[in-house]
Each structure stands twice: as C-alpha cells, then as structure tokens.
C-alpha cells in the first residue's frame, strides 16, 4: 500500500469515528433521558456519573446475553446424534469421574451392601453383646452434632464415603458458603448424575439449611471490612463489566430449586455482588417470583447488594414486600444497586404497607440516592411502620446535610427513636447524626 493510499485509509477511518460519536452520544443521551424519573434527576451532574456506569454494564451484559442465547441456538440446531461405536452402553467412557462439589470417584471408598456376611468371621473375632444397639458413630443425633461444626461444603463432600453418610448426612447441612463458580460446576455435575431430574434440585437434598451464602471470588473484600454484619456501602462493591456474569445463571438455578421445594427453612440468603440482572435473563425477578409464594417463611436476611438490578430490579424487590410473604424479615440489603428516585419510592411505598413489622436493618448505601428522595423516606418514617427499624444506611449517596436532618426529625416525629439509633449518611453529620436525632 502506498503512503497516499494509507494516509487515505486513516482519514477514512478517523471521519467515521468521528461520525459515529454524535450518534453514539445521542443514544447515550436519550438513554439517560428515559431512564430518569424526573428531569431534576436527568440534569442532576453529580450523579451523571454513577448513572452512566449503571447505563454502561447493562448495555454490555444485555448484548452478552443475546450473543450467548444466538449462540446456543445455533449450537441446538447444528447438534445432531453421533452413535458410540465399540462401547457398551453401560460402561464409562472415561475412567475418572467427579462427583458433586468436585470430589474424585477415585479417593471414595466402594459402597458396601446392606447386608453384612457373618460367615467369614474368624473363630477369634469376638461378637459383642447387644451388636443390634447402635455404635456412637452410628447415632444420627450425635453425628449431626458432630457435623454441625464443620462447614456445609466439607459435610457435602463426606456424603460420599458410604450409604449410611449418603442418607443421614444431608440433615446435617445447615450452613453453606460456596464460591459461585462452584455452585455452577455442582449444578451441572448433579444433572449429569441422573439426566431424570432437573438441575436445579441440588439443594433439595438439605431439608435443614438455615444459611446459604454464595459468593464471587473475584471480590474478596466484599462484606470483609466490617466486624459484625455488613451494613454500610464500603464493605460491597459493585461488578464491572469485565466479569461473565455466570452468576445470574446460577441465581435462576437457585429460584426454581426453591419453587421446587429447597431452602423451606432458610433464615438468611446472601447474593452479594454476584451478578448483574438483565432484562433479558431477569434472575431477580424468578428469585423474588419463588420467594412470593412463601417458600421462605423464616427468612430474617435477605442480602442483594452490588448486582445493578437499578431502578427496574425494585419493582420486583417492592412486589416482595408487600406480598407480605417475608413476615421475620430483619435485614434488607440493596446497597450498590444503581437505585435512584423512582425505585427508592417504591421500595418506601411496599415497607409504608405494614407487612414488614420486623425490619431493623435497612441498607441503601452506594445508590443514586438524592434530596429528591427525601419526601418517600420521611413518608415512611413518620408512619412508623417499621417499628423495629435500628439502621438506615444511606451513605455513599448524594444527600445534603439539610435532607439528613429532615430525615432524621421523621424519625423523630414518627416515634422511632431511640430505636433507630443509627442514620449513616455522608457529610459533616457523618460523626454527629446520632447525638443531633437525639437532641431533636
């Protein structure tokens, strides 16, 4: 190529680029536009921002998803059955398998029958008496005790050591943190283990679990710089876009294994920073659909901060409240969730209903959160209708210090003090909010 022709080439490309950005910027524009509730929030530069990241990770992982869904269609279409020549139907095409949770078949120790063969005992050997009584390694009570120390995972991984782990050890989960690629890869190995049954089944083997936490790995310091429970927007964080959202694929498992009949007796549910919610997979909204018909009855902590559901994810959060179908709900978090004006009113309208008595712990740090959003808050707190409400978080937002103190003299017009002992908010009254509610 010649250097007129490459100069011609460079010139092209840099007018198209430039043609392209007014187009591009209209879009973005016309995005914001829609998105905001109202014009003072459109025009509104300091959460021009927060709301552009919020406008940028959905568009990516929306067109992620549409790539993946094309994609798997055309895989669907294309597949067609190859027959196994010089293979039995029942052996194994491979010589190592894995088991749920990532265990070797290779380490377990071969099931042993039901029925113990007395004949080849040695004239030695002698039979105790009472041999029917159960050993103390047998007693289900004692080794669910035992067990209750150990973490769910390990207590999962040991089900496969024989028949009598395999039947009496699923009771003894009560507690579950998995790492998110994990849950994925047990999801998948369960539906290969018996193709009858649906995937999402996994978890309904632990009739006892109380405590489910799934967690992202590549966010290791979320929830990790607070002492007691993570209240305040620093200790989440939110996902960027360089992340493969398989969580939201994983979350979509966990609801239909609820609507299935898992987790009954689940107190707390933590998804922190796990996915991001798309219109086109809207995991949140199956997730909320499961939790409605009341599958979770004593469900007390209820944990979905960082996954930029924004404004639209709030319609499914706000039909959950007032359903009313979390009546022990202590502890709502929705922090990192790019929720602005219209979706703050409708979480205040579904808790102004009353069908949440036993709130004490509400966190919205880290949102898009303005003066605008005053009036809904103060709405709420002067109806006292979460009069067991111990913490507001509303750090890491855009409030001034006169909304602040409206809101905290809501607080104290509703009789909510000294209850709600904690206001957190950003500002001079970062350090002052308490001592100022209980002054008003």
Request: contains cysteine.
């Amino acid at each position: 190529m010649t250097r007129s022709k490459r100069v011609a080439t460079d010139t092209s490309d840099a007018l198209g680029v430039d043609a392209r950005t007014p187009s591009l910027a209209k879009r973005i524009e016309l995005s914001l536009y829609s998105r905001a509730a109202s014009f003072l929030e459109y025009r509104d530069l300091n959460t021009l921002r927060r709301r552009l990241q919020s406008l940028v990770s959905l568009s990516f992982h929306e067109a992620a998803v549409s790539r993946r869904q094309a994609a798997a269609a055309a895989a669907a279409a294309c597949v067609t059955a190859v027959p196994l020549l010089g293979k039995r139907k029942g052996r194994s095409t491979t010589t190592t398998t894995t088991t749920t949770f990532g265990v070797s078949r290779l380490v377990l120790k071969r099931p042993r029958p039901d029925d113990w063969n007395f004949s080849t005992v040695s004239e030695c050997s002698v039979e105790p008496a009472g041999f029917d009584a159960p050993f103390f390694l047998m007693d289900e009570v004692l080794l669910g005790l035992v067990f209750a120390f150990l973490p769910g995972v390990e207590t999962v991984r040991c089900m496969q050591l024989n028949r009598f782990a395999r039947r009496v050890l699923p009771d003894c989960v009560f507690v579950l943190d998995m790492e998110l690629r994990q849950l994925q890869s047990a999801y998948r190995l369960h539906a290969l283990a018996d193709m009858t049954r649906p995937a999402a089944t996994l978890l309904c083997q632990f009739p006892n679990l109380t405590d489910l936490t799934v967690y992202n790995a590549r966010k290791p310091l979320c929830d990790q710089q607070e002492d007691g429970p993570a209240l305040h927007a620093w200790g989440c964080s939110e996902l960027d876009i360089s992340h493969d959202n398989v969580g939201e694929k994983v979350v979509q498992q966990l609801a239909e294994g609820i609507e299935l009949g898992a987790c009954r007796r689940l107190t707390s549910l933590r998804l922190v920073s796990v996915f991001t919610n798309t219109c086109r997979g809207n995991a949140l909204h199956l997730l909320c659909a499961a939790l409605v018909k009341g599958s979770c009855p004593n469900l007390q902590d209820l944990l979905l901060g960082g996954n930029g559901f924004s404004d639209v994810g709030t319609v499914d959060v706000a039909w959950l409240l007032k359903a009313g179908s979390l009546p022990k709900l202590a502890r709502l978090d929705i922090r990192r969730n790019y929720i602005g004006e219209s979706g703050l009113k409708r979480i205040m309208a579904a808790l102004r209903v009353g069908r949440c008595q036993q709130l004490k712990y509400l966190c919205m740090g880290g949102n898009i959160i303005t003066d605008n959003c005053v009036a809904p808050v103060v709405k709420l707190l002067s109806s006292a209708q979460c009069p067991q409400m111990r913490f507001l978080g509303l750090e890491d937002n855009f409030l001034s210090a006169r909304g602040v103190q409206c809101i905290i003299k809501a607080a104290v017009a509703g009789g909510m003090m000294p209850k709600l002992h904690h206001v957190s908010c950003d500002g001079t009254l970062g350090t002052d909010e308490i001592p100022s509610a209980r002054a008003a």
